[in-house]
């Protein structure tokens, strides 16, 4: 039976970086081509990323359920299965899930030198409340 | 209701480059952080690509469904839901759904300078079907 689910949930996200239960499942690693890695990141209903940024940015394709991408000093937007969200290069943001819905996105991130991301503060529970009413 | 489609069909593919029924969704554009473009490619049964090569490579991800990825000279491979498929630079190869099962899979390719694939002869019906058995 087909379950809807492509890909393994994977391995659990760190609390440095992760508000409530987030998952990996790397899809590609960096090569000589390929000069960014890839991965299904599942997050249940209240989990979200920390405020973080990419030197060379990041494109979310998302797979499954509901979410919120937010850019600092801007309001939140929902994204829902089949969005796209190309994000830009040292932009403060977050993405996760809704408060009562799961989401899953492919995220493909790029390489600047040898870095992906920098990882910052927690989104706290009352800036994720704001954007869930 | 969630019918399990992520991406809508899109486009038709040109038969010059595609036997049978295949289309195109584009998702993410080349641009001064993404050194490469994405889309989804749907592929009816019995569709797929010409032989062909990248001169810096090409990343599938299989979204749905059952087909073929071949490299000119070694076996095909039966590639399924969930499979990833990392294709070296100018490596001659075609993929493709299986004769009765469609395939849908994200195609990440980069650029080396402004080329990303180069086209070469169809996939013979004699050279697809001996797959299929």
């Given at each position: 039976m087909d379950t809807g689910q492509i890909f393994?949930?994977?391995?659990p996200l760190p609390s440095?970086?992760?508000s409530g239960n987030a998952f990996l499942t790397p899809l590609v690693a960096r090569d000589k081509n390929n000069e960014f890695s890839a991965g299904s990141v599942s997050f249940e209903p209240k989990a979200r990323t920390n405020w973080?940024?990419?030197?060379?940015g990041q494109v979310l394709i998302v797979m499954e359920g509901n979410g919120f991408y937010q850019e600092k000093d801007k309001p939140a937007q929902r994204i829902k299965k089949g969005d796209v969200i190309i994000i830009p290069e040292n932009?403060?943001?977050?993405?996760?899930a809704t408060a009562v819905n799961k989401m899953v996105h492919i995220?493909?991130?790029?390489y600047?030198?040898?870095v992906q991301v920098t990882w910052l503060?927690?989104?706290?529970d009352e800036e994720y409340e704001s954007v869930n009413i």
């Open positions: 393994l949930k994977g391995q440095e970086w992760f973080h940024t990419h030197p060379k932009t403060e943001h977050w993405h996760g995220a493909i991130t790029n600047k030198d040898d503060e927690p989104v706290t």
